[in-house]
């Protein structure tokens, strides 16, 4: 099967919905005088904070303000973050397979840190590429393509573990499988994927031995 076995990570190994969402309201609330149900803001789940607010309206003067704002507030919902059940275990066994493992996230680097540090899972992980990595960004397959680039992976003998399209669209740009993570709940219905798995357990079958 698979020698690299990539994952996103909002959505996929963390559960980080109620923290994005109900933050990124209250910085709307203080940036744009809006008060925008936290439902409508799904959309930026996959993309980069920077290309949510320019999508929002928040204009290139106010982006810096807004983002310190959203980090502010994102850690007044950090406690309710919870690693997927499953998860932990799951990366545990692939640790003891011959896999490299990786990370593709929209996230800054400070922002990866900031959450996944607390999650005790980054240090599974031999590559991380986040948006600092790349010039272009989900659902663009450059930031696969920097990881093939950086592990030395084959394309044909890896796959991307995510939860949304634009995980699933970067991944086949790249060349690379793609397998639906659905334990997450974010409406899967039309994405593409080459597999779909309903637990991380099953991740442990794309696992090359």
């Known amino acids: ?66 983002m310190l704002l959203w980090k502010r507030y994102y850690m007044d919902y950090a406690g309710g973050i919870t690693v997927f059940g499953g998860v932990r275990e799951a990366l545990e066994r692939l640790a003891g397979t011959a896999c490299i493992l990786g990370i593709i996230t929209s996230k800054t680097r400070s922002e990866y840190e900031l959450d996944f540090a607390q999650s005790g899972l980054a240090h599974y992980f031999d590559y991380v590429i986040c948006a600092d990595d790349t010039q272009k960004h989900k659902p663009h397959p450059e930031p696969m393509l920097k990881f093939i680039e950086r592990s030395g992976a084959d394309p044909a003998a890896t796959v991307y573990i995510g939860d949304t399209e634009y995980d699933m669209r ?29 637990h991380p357990r099953e991740i442990l079958g794309l696992a090359r031995r």
């Not at 709940?185 to 779909?196: H, L």
């Open 170 to 198: 970067c991944a086949h740009g790249a060349g690379t499988a793609f397998a639906l993570a659905m334990w997450g709940g974010r409406g899967p219905e039309g994405i593409g994927a080459d597999y779909r798995l309903s």
């Open 1 to 66: 099967m698979y020698t690299h076995i990539v994952f996103d990570v909002d959505g996929t190994l963390i559960d980080t919905d109620d923290a994005i969402l109900l933050s990124l309201r209250d910085v709307l609330r203080d940036v744009l005088q809006k008060d925008v149900p936290a439902d409508d803001l799904r959309f930026s789940f996959g993309i980069t904070s920077v290309a949510t607010l320019d999508a929002l309206g928040v204009k290139a003067r106010d982006t810096g303000r807004a």
